[in-house]
């Protein structure tokens, strides 16, 4: 937009060469128009190399052998404000986080384990039942052996009850001990996990709404110089070319006008800051690889665009 807008100045300085126009404010507008050529041409470069080392990180054969490949966000940046609640998120994070999960069922098993041996420390009572039968007969004879085990010798059973008290049951005591420091240590480690998640969500949920104060106040900035230099062209325009005071509003109209390429550049990466803000906090809470699609990748000799039709539109809602 600023490459466009210096070419409109430098053609209309250019049809007033014979009138009005300066050589050297025709040179000042002829430099500023090569100055953003090459930050257009800079740019570009800086884009193709951002989807060099996407496509490589994505180590897809077909995308590396395939020129004709672009990559495109699906969605526009994100604008507006959405709720954002630290309570949800720390609930949240409790309910995806994979090692508050993982805590949580070594805690249970080692409870398990707790609860044997808290049962190994009482005596032991034991009711034994017995029965026994034996026949035999030479020669392989398999069926007489059979029966006589119930006619030449009667079945014989038996019952009784065993119980045990080890004196002084140091053996269990020790192992039960150990297991409550156990559990006890995996308590505290879970605390710590709990901690350090709180605090990542915590800085996630700020992170997010500082991102969108700075979005505000970036628009606003672009909105400022944006009608600064919409003064300034003015003003220039109806002033005589011949005048010495054209020079200086010439000059203050480009720097203007690089003034407001900044701001939005400036205003596109508050944009960007903020997206990545949600998604962060989507990390932080570990619901990213639940809700997070952020990027539709084209086929070869295709392209995906933003679904934003017509010219680039600025809006902000509160």
Do not use: C
């Given at each position: ?5 210096a070419v409109k100045i430098l053609a209309e300085l250019q049809n007033r060469e014979q009138i009005d126009a300066l050589r050297s404010q ?44 672009e990559l495109t966000p699906a969605e526009a940046p994100a604008t507006t404000q959405g709720t954002v609640d630290l309570h949800n998120a ?229």
């Amino acid at each position: 937009m600023a490459h466009d807008q210096a070419v409109k100045i430098l053609a209309e300085l250019q049809n007033r060469e014979q009138i009005d126009a300066l050589r050297s404010q025709i040179a000042r507008a002829r430099a500023a128009v090569a100055i953003r050529r090459a930050n257009v041409q800079r740019a570009m470069l800086a884009t193709k190399s951002a989807q060099s080392r996407i496509v490589t990180l994505i180590n897809n054969p077909f995308w590396r052998n395939t020129a004709a490949v672009e990559l495109t966000p699906a969605e526009a940046p994100a604008t507006t404000q959405g709720t954002v609640d630290l309570h949800n998120a720390f609930q949240t994070a409790l309910h995806y986080r994979p090692e508050v999960a993982q805590h949580m069922e070594e805690i249970r098993e080692a409870q398990v384990r707790l609860g044997i041996s808290k049962n190994e420390l009482l005596p032991t009572l034991d009711l034994v039942l017995e029965t026994y039968v034996a026949g035999l007969d030479g020669n392989y004879d398999v069926s007489d052996s059979i029966g006589s085990q119930f006619a030449d010798g009667a079945p014989s059973y038996s019952a009784g009850i065993v119980f045990q008290v080890p004196l002084g049951n140091r053996a269990a005591q020790a192992e039960f001990r150990r297991r409550e420091a156990q559990v006890a240590q995996l308590m505290h480690e879970l605390n710590a996990v709990l901690a350090r998640v709180s605090l990542e969500v915590e800085v996630a949920v700020f992170d997010v709404q500082a991102a969108y104060q700075e979005l505000q106040g970036r628009y606003e900035a672009m909105l400022a110089t944006d009608e600064e230099r919409k003064y300034l062209y003015d003003r220039w325009r109806l002033l005589p070319g011949d005048e010495r005071t054209v020079s200086f509003v010439l000059e203050e109209l480009l720097d203007a006008q690089d003034r407001q390429m900044e701001a939005e550049s400036s205003f596109v990466r508050s944009q960007v800051a903020y997206t990545m803000s949600h998604f962060s906090l989507q990390r932080a809470s570990g619901a990213l690889l639940h809700f997070g699609q952020p990027m539709h990748v084209a086929n070869a000799s295709e392209h995906v665009t933003v679904p934003v039709g017509g010219a680039p539109t600025y809006g902000l809602s509160p």
